[in-house]
């Protein structure tokens, strides 16, 4: 069974930098077809995708956070970590974990998605 | 970045009824566009990938379209478990962009 499932504070302060883990299980993170998004939903809000780290450890990010954000995996111990720094209160959000998958038809290339996902977890930034 | 906007923002129906919500892309992003489901407090679920094709586990009733930039899943006979938010996806390149979501009430 896959699972993925998130860990990390609560509460962070304005202007802190927030590290949150992935900890996935049922797949391998060195999977050549399989990587890991990070996904943040802000209260009453739509999703934002935030980063992605594939299994060649190549990373992408958001255009508008990527001075913010670092991807990072440790295949070893199935986790993958996303750091923010200079927290604000505007970040106060759900924070998703999820796996995207590559579906073939025969070899040849269909799509990707995300298809599983972790439960996430709710961050407030507050003084 | 590419733009997802969807279409409507809410939408009332009843159980039974045949619904559908529309994403229209900013560019041309080929057929890699997915949906998902999302009900209160849960994270969302994965309905269709590749504009048309249903995630294995998802009722048929569940199907997607595209002709260009314009993108439409359809709900065929409500069901109560249905009612939720749906959202738009595209997987065309990154920054990979979510639409806004469809509120779908009774």
């Known amino acids: 069974q896959v699972t993925l499932k998130e860990s990390g504070p609560v509460l962070v302060k304005p202007t802190e930098t927030l590290t949150l883990t992935c900890s996935v299980s049922?797949?391998?993170?060195?999977?050549?077809?399989?990587?890991v998004s990070w996904i943040r939903q802000p209260p009453g809000k739509a999703l934002e995708w935030l980063a992605h780290?594939?299994?060649?450890?190549?990373?992408m990010y958001s255009t508008s956070l990527q001075s913010r954000l670092t991807i990072s995996q440790d295949t070893s111990k199935s986790h993958v970590v996303l750091s923010m720094t200079n927290m604000d209160p505007m970040d106060t959000a759900t924070y998703y974990c999820?796996?995207?998958?590559?579906?073939?038809?025969?070899?040849?290339?269909?799509?990707?998605?995300?298809?599983?996902w972790g439960q996430g977890t709710m961050v407030t930034v507050s003084s | 970045d590419i733009q997802m906007t969807q279409s409507p923002s809410s939408l009332s129906a009843s159980v039974g009824d045949r619904v559908t919500i529309t994403c229209r892309a900013s560019?041309?992003?080929?057929?890699?566009l997915n949906w998902f489901q999302q009900k209160p407090g849960k994270a969302p679920t994965l309905l269709i990938y590749?504009?048309?094709s249903l995630q294995s586990g998802v009722p048929s009733r569940f199907g997607g379209s595209h002709s260009g930039t314009e993108f439409t899943l359809t709900i065929t006979s409500l069901q109560p478990e249905d009612f939720a938010t749906y959202y738009c996806?595209?997987?065309?390149?990154?920054?990979?962009?979510f639409g806004q979501g469809t509120k779908l009430e009774i």
């Open positions: 560019q041309n992003i080929r057929n890699y």
């Open positions: 999820a796996r995207k998958v590559i579906y073939l038809d025969g070899g040849d290339f269909l799509g990707d998605a995300f298809d599983i």
């Open positions: 996806q595209q997987s065309y390149n990154f920054p990979y962009t």
């Open positions: 590749a504009a048309s």
């Open positions: 780290i594939f299994s060649t450890d190549e990373k």
């Open positions: 049922g797949f391998s993170l060195n999977s050549p077809r399989m990587g």
